[in-house]
């Protein structure tokens, strides 16, 4: 017989639990590892995009970002640095918000307790990102047990596959300033919404997928199904304010899961109707919109044919557009239940609208693909066995987003003149009530934004992509403006609650009403004067006595 230790415990036994726990701090260690890289680049990207300069007072905008953070920064500073609750879009006050704000509104929060905006924004915007990243690589691990699989999905995420490389090499001479391609507003076929742009210009975009994903984790490794299905109910009650496509998303990936795995069945049901129980007041206050419409064909709604339709697809997949429908079929049976949804959500896609403008649609494609990439990963490590090709097909599957991750890591940042460095936004945020309400002469970073009071009309494109009627929005501004008759203006300006008017000189930008300043001089005396934008301030009831 062979001796105990002298806690009794056979030594073949103590080794064996040695090792074990040595097997299982080195598999920690090695995670935490992977997950510090990933908040490393993370953090990187988005503080490579996004800055601030405490000396100057001036926000750093990237060249790549500047125009939608035309509503981005107003949203954010609506919050800290006016009021706005309840939440109106601050660029089209008057109606309840139609877009999902709650991610601006904790950037917003923080900043209010004392985060410099930088940090206010990149912190969780980050977080988010990298919480993305660490998803896709649990969940690749998880359903593969294989890193050679985890990390190449990780490549095909960060790096896409378009085939927008061959118009890069065309171009004449080459270079990385612009990307290649950004259909539909270049007039081109490969959209915009494949490389790292849609994630540092939408910073909601990746807490919306990464939800997603660790929800399909959570289906795959939960021991405490219970537990995790009340906390999904909340996250899923919290969709609608916080990203309205990630909620059709979750729907589709709680359809199937509930159908595939019937031990979670009852959890996925109890999380489910939380969900419903919180979203039903939200959705009965939240305003009605035409938005959700048929749509087959996508971008190419106006040209839909087969052809054309199948070679749209493989110019923005590249061979992800091969091997994802041909190496599901190879996929362990636990996979493709998993994996499945991705192609209800490309069937979807191509065949509704959900918003004013059907690009929106990029997101359930995108998502769709970062499950996709899992697949293309699968096949190469699985099956292809020659490294040449191996190398080969990798290069093809990452070249379009290597070109698209250089323009933005040669991106550079501009300054955009803040309260303290802007004498109209100073004076605004100095002398103005928190919730007044301006009729403004300018659209994109107006004064009264950056002060985080509202203006009657932003930048139109916004407001209409989120369900808005920004063209009567639009005639009644320039009747304001243009109209030199009180009892025409006069009424519009009380109708709104209008309380200030900012009056510059917009002769040369055909997109703004043509304002006679001498006109204005004639009826009032301004409150302010900026001598640096030749921009002055108007009280309306000084306009309209």
């Known amino acids: 017989m062979k001796k105990s230790n002298t806690e009794g415990e056979p030594k073949i036994f103590a080794r064996s639990r040695i090792q074990s726990s040595g097997v299982r701090a080195r598999k920690i260690f090695g995670e935490a590892i992977v997950v510090v890289l990933f908040l490393l680049f993370s953090f990187l990207l988005m503080f490579h995009t996004f800055g601030y300069d405490s000396a100057q007072k001036n926000i750093l905008i990237a060249r790549t970002l500047w125009s939608d953070f035309g509503s981005h920064i107003p949203l954010i500073r609506s919050f800290s640095m006016g009021n706005n609750w309840p939440p109106e879009y601050p660029i089209f006050p008057g109606e ?63 790096f896409n596959g378009s085939l927008s490389f061959i118009k890069f090499f065309t171009r004449q001479p080459l270079s990385f300033r612009d990307f290649p391609a950004f259909g539909p507003w270049d007039g081109g076929v490969i959209t915009a919404f494949w ?40 996250s899923i009650g919290a969709l609608p304010y916080f990203h309205q496509p990630t909620l059709i998303i979750m729907a589709i990936l709680m359809g199937t899961n509930f159908l595939f795995f019937p031990r979670l069945r009852l959890p996925i049901l109890i999380a489910a109707s939380i969900g419903l129980f919180l979203i039903a007041p939200q959705l009965l206050t939240m305003p009605k919109t035409e938005s959700l419409s048929w749509f087959p064909g996508y971008l190419i709604f106006d040209r839909f044919t087969v052809p054309n339709f199948l070679s749209f697809w493989f110019q923005n997949l ?18 493709k239940k998993i994996l499945l949804p991705l192609f209800f959500l490309f069937i979807l896609g191509n065949l509704f609208k959900f918003s004013m403008e059907v ?61 303290g460095n802007n004498q109209t936004a100073s004076w605004i945020a100095t002398n103005t009530p928190k919730d007044a309400l301006f009729l403004n002469s300018s659209f994109l970073y107006h004064p009264a934004s950056l002060a985080g009071r509202k203006i009657f009309l932003g930048w139109p494109y916004f407001a209409w992509s989120a369900g808005y009627d920004t063209y009567g929005r639009m005639a009644e501004m320039r009747t304001m403006y ?53 921009t002055r301030i108007y009280i309306t009831t000084d306009l309209c006595p």
Request: charged letters at 15%; aromatic letters at 14%; proline letters at 5%.
């Open 482 to 534: 243009e109209s030199k008759d009180p009892k025409v203006f006069c009424p519009l300006l009380t109708k709104y609650g209008i309380t200030y008017i900012t009056v510059e000189d917009t002769k040369n930008d055909p997109n703004l009403p043509r304002i006679d300043t001498k006109y204005f001089e004639s009826r009032a005396k301004p409150v302010f004067t900026d001598t640096e934008r030749d």
């Open 195 to 234: 490389n790292l742009n849609i994630y540092t210009n939408q910073r909601h975009l990746a807490w919306g997928f990464a939800l997603g994903i660790w929800f399909l984790v959570w289906v795959v490794s939960s021991k405490k199904p219970i537990i995790g299905a009340l906390l999904w109910g909340l």
């Open 359 to 419: 690009a929106a649609n990029h997101k359930f494609f995108n998502f769709a693909l970062i499950l996709g990439n899992m697949v293309s990963a699968y096949v190469i490590i699985s099956l292809i066995r020659r490294n040449i090709v191996t190398v080969v097909l990798i290069l093809f599957l990452t070249l379009s987003g290597i070109i698209d991750f250089l323009v933005i890591a040669g991106d550079t940042k501009g300054p955009l003149p803040d309260v």
């Open 96 to 158: 309840p918000i139609r877009y999902h704000f709650l991610f601006y509104l904790l950037v917003g929060m923080l900043a209010k307790i004392g985060f410099r905006l930088d940090w206010a924004l990149n912190l969780p915007s980050a977080l988010g990102f990298a919480l993305l990243l660490w998803g896709i690589w649990t969940l690749a691990t998880t359903l593969f047990k294989n890193k050679a699989i985890a990390f190449l999905s990780i490549l095909f995420f960060l």
């Open 318 to 335: 590249g061979l992800h557009a091969l091997l994802v429908p041909l190496g599901f079929f190879i996929l362990p049976s636990r996979a």
